[in-house]
């Protein structure tokens, strides 16, 4: 938050300013390779790639394992740019990703904004892709992937929020694209796909029941390794009820999923938070609580 | 992909739709009737209450997520038993699989679909019916049956969605104050949406596959602990 806050907020004046206003501007490319290996017991990185406006960040970590800090550096996403981020988990590593902030997608003209991410977990390794909510405004445009390829006894969490406009700002979707595809592999196989496709007249869609019921956040987590189903129940209990934020769990083939849905991104928060501390059994990067 | 001669010549024969109303009756040995695909958890939440309430439900599912998607499996796994291409199955079987949001609606398509395809090949053989290993999908071991049986492939793609649809308003009318001529109504309405949804999945490629059901899958989470329960899913 402080470095976009700082450098780039007023490079970047339409949070929310209509479109007439708005500069032509340069389409964004940005691009991130960072690997890491497990290394006598702790995690070092191997290889950083960076170009265009990513970057990532290694702050000085307390656990064994390795934090890393994913900062795009044109302070949001707008229409037509492209990202990429590959991330590699060595044999024995041990992987978080995160986000300083919230990443906000802006509304867009036409272009559709693109961001793939790719992970890939060696051997034994871990790796929790914790990126910060994925907040949308009006007329925003986003075809967003997320390939993932692990070996059998390593373990990945991937978790994801997206808010459809600020209910604290009164800010609504009433138009827009956000396309998120998952596609995990395990070992040779394909587990887990999903396509979760909101397309068109966004906050009417969120009303009906299938799709919302009024939720404006949502957001998941797939958890593959081999204790994953076995870990069910203790998620279960970890689910807090009656906080305004709809949460459930189920596990098969080897996957546990989590899906939140809430009124807004504060409840949400409120609801994933001690879950994700919990579930991990260790602090959520630091960027997560500033 | 097609080969045009055979799938016109299918197309010519009205007769060749009849292994249809056997495979897509419920007593069909599949056991659709054990499925709810989250309704009964959509009546207990309340979102399910009325005549009204059912067809936005069912429309939606048939929209905006599940009837969309397995018809296009449905296509793309009677695509390729028509073209011979063994690789290009397993792959659509493993998508439609892999695309299951929760342990219960995998159990409700690898079920339907293992006992579809067993029932199928001990029944109705035929040399172009080929035997997947492990689970299959629902939707793909239809479109595989009639693939291997010449039957049209629209009409299948819409018998299908019609088949789901009763299915579903069945388990409703045993779950929510809906009589059976409410029911009947319902079913009568979505024709419409039956017939658009599958027209439209024939041209749509495998990416085209997604949805918007984020609330009804997260039902299907809770149906799991839901505390009486008539159905598997």
Not at chain 1, 110 to 121: F, H, T, Y
Not at chain 1, 160 to 180: I, K, S, T, W
Not at chain 2, 99 to 126: I, N, V
Not at chain 2, 150 to 168: D, K
Request: proline content about 5%.
């Amino acid at each position: 938050m402080h470095l976009r806050a700082t450098m780039y907020v007023n490079a970047w004046p339409f949070d929310g300013a209509s479109r007439s206003t708005t500069p032509q501007r340069q389409r964004a490319i940005g691009c991130v390779a960072f690997s890491a290996a497990g290394l006598n017991g702790s995690t070092r990185p191997m290889r950083i790639e960076e170009s265009g406006s990513m970057r990532i960040r290694i702050p000085k970590g307390e656990g064994t394992g390795l934090d890393a800090i994913l900062v795009n550096t044109a302070g949001g996403i707008a229409c037509g740019d492209r990202f990429t981020v590959s991330i590699e988990a060595r044999t024995g590593a041990a992987i978080t990703i995160a986000t300083p902030a919230a990443e906000k997608v802006y509304r867009s003209d036409g272009p559709v904004a693109e961001l793939a991410v790719s992970l890939n977990v060696h051997s034994g390794a871990r790796l929790d892709w914790l990126p910060q909510e994925t907040l949308l405004f009006d007329e925003a445009r986003l075809a967003r992937r997320l390939d993932a390829t692990i070996e059998e006894d390593a373990r990945l969490t991937v978790f994801e929020a997206v808010v459809f406009g600020r209910e604290a700002r009164a800010e609504h979707m009433a138009n827009g694209l956000f396309e998120d595809r998952w596609r995990i592999r395990r070992g040779r196989h394909l587990v887990y796909a999903d396509t979760l496709r909101l397309d068109g007249p966004i906050a009417d869609l969120l009303k009906r029941p299938s799709v919302g019921n009024g939720a404006r956040a949502f957001a998941t987590l797939i958890h593959v390794s081999p204790e994953a189903e076995a870990r069910l129940e203790f998620a279960r209990e970890n689910l807090s009820s009656g906080s305004g934020c709809d949460a459930a769990a189920s596990a098969w083939n080897g996957l546990l999923a989590v899906r939140f849905c809430a009124m807004s991104i504060e409840v949400l928060r409120a609801a994933v938070i001690p879950f994700l501390l919990v579930f991990r059994g260790e602090p959520l990067p630091r960027v997560w609580l500033s | 992909m097609d080969d045009c001669m055979p799938l016109q010549m299918i197309d010519r024969d009205p007769m060749a739709i009849l292994p249809l109303f056997v495979w897509l009756s419920p007593s069909y040995p599949v056991g659709c009737y054990a499925y709810s695909h989250t309704l009964e958890w959509a009546v207990e939440a309340g979102d399910v209450t009325s005549e009204e309430t059912l067809v936005a439900w069912l429309t939606d599912l048939l929209t905006l997520g599940l009837g969309c998607n397995d018809a296009i499996l449905l296509c793309h796994a009677y695509r390729a038993v028509r073209a011979g291409d063994a690789v290009a199955l397993e792959e659509v079987n493993e998508l439609a699989l892999a695309l299951s949001p929760s342990a219960e609606l995998y159990l409700e398509t690898s079920q339907q679909g293992r006992s579809f395809l067993d029932a199928t090949l001990a029944a109705w053989p035929s040399p172009l019916l080929m035997s997947l290993e492990g689970d299959v999908a629902f939707p793909v071991a239809i479109g595989m049956a009639a693939a291997a049986h010449e039957v049209p492939l629209a009409t299948t793609a819409a018998a299908y969605l019609f088949g789901l649809v009763q299915t579903l308003i069945s388990a409703a009318i045993r779950l929510a104050p809906i009589g059976q001529t409410a029911g009947i109504r319902v079913c009568a309405s979505l024709s419409v949406t039956v017939q658009n949804v599958s027209r439209q999945a024939l041209d749509l490629s495998l990416d085209d596959i997604g949805g918007a059901t984020f609330r009804a899958d997260l039902g299907s989470f809770h149906h799991e602990n839901q505390y009486t329960r008539l159905f598997r899913s």
